[in-house]
């Protein structure tokens, strides 16, 4: 039996061409994926340092304290303030923040106890309130003995002192106004409010009073009737003629 040689010959070449084929293609599959897979490992620690990286917590408590102390002292001048910020719970996590914005919520005080908000603009929207004590103190007038309610006190009786105000900074006056009595008992060392003092009215309902407004050019002046009796310090409502 006779072969064709050439047949031979070119059906083991093109078998071997196949094999060929098969093997360069299969060796691309492999390397494809690891190449993807050495890609993504190199770009994970750079996404994990962005993700990863935590809010400074202690710099933040110092910066909130910073916050409060120069709003008090800019609200009441005059005073000196001493604020401490509470930790934040240790279970929450938050990103560090280049934008921090601090705030008070409604009837917040910048004296005493009290919540302050924190945001975080960006890069990652967050907020949370942390937990302060502002410590806000200035002269006051307080008492140098006892004294009692509806007593007029004079000379040495009251003094200036500095004190840690446990009121608004400016319910505390610091001379004391002409007339005044005291409309409830007072021990020695008691700071006095001004919501303690009794005022003389030095305006009567229907009695005349007059408006003045003044500037560096003109001053402008106008009669009118007094409506409510006042003490110093209180709003006069007033009805204009006509």
Request: with cysteine; proline share 10%.
């Amino acid at each position: 039996m006779f072969h064709d040689e050439r047949n031979i010959s070119e059906e083991n070449g093109g078998s071997g061409s196949f094999a060929q084929i098969r093997r360069k293609v299969g060796s691309m599959r492999v390397k494809f994926p690891i190449f993807l897979l050495l890609a993504e490992l190199l770009c994970m620690p750079l996404r994990s340092m962005a993700v990863s990286v935590p809010l400074d917590v202690p710099l933040l408590r110092t910066q909130a304290a910073a916050w409060l102390e120069q709003q008090a002292m800019t609200t009441y001048p005059g005073v000196s303030a001493t604020a401490e910020v509470g930790e934040i719970d240790a279970r929450l996590r938050f990103p560090a923040c280049t934008e921090t914005r601090f705030f008070l919520p409604a009837n917040a005080q910048l004296w005493g106890r009290g919540g302050l908000g924190v945001r975080c603009e960006a890069p990652s929207p967050w907020s949370f309130y942390l937990s302060y004590r502002n410590r806000v103190s200035g002269p006051a007038l307080v008492a140098t003995r006892p004294i009692a309610a509806r007593e007029a006190p004079v000379g040495s009786d009251i003094e200036v002192r500095l004190i840690e105000y446990a009121q608004p900074p400016d319910q505390y006056p610091r001379a004391l106004p002409p007339d005044a009595r005291l409309n409830r008992p007072v021990s020695a060392g008691q700071p006095i409010p001004i919501s303690w003092l009794s005022l003389p009215t030095v305006i009567q309902a229907g009695r005349q009073v007059r408006l003045q407004t003044r500037t560096p050019a003109f001053v402008v002046s106008q009669e009118n009737v007094a409506l409510n009796t006042a003490a110093p310090g209180d709003l006069v409502r007033v009805k204009t003629p006509g």
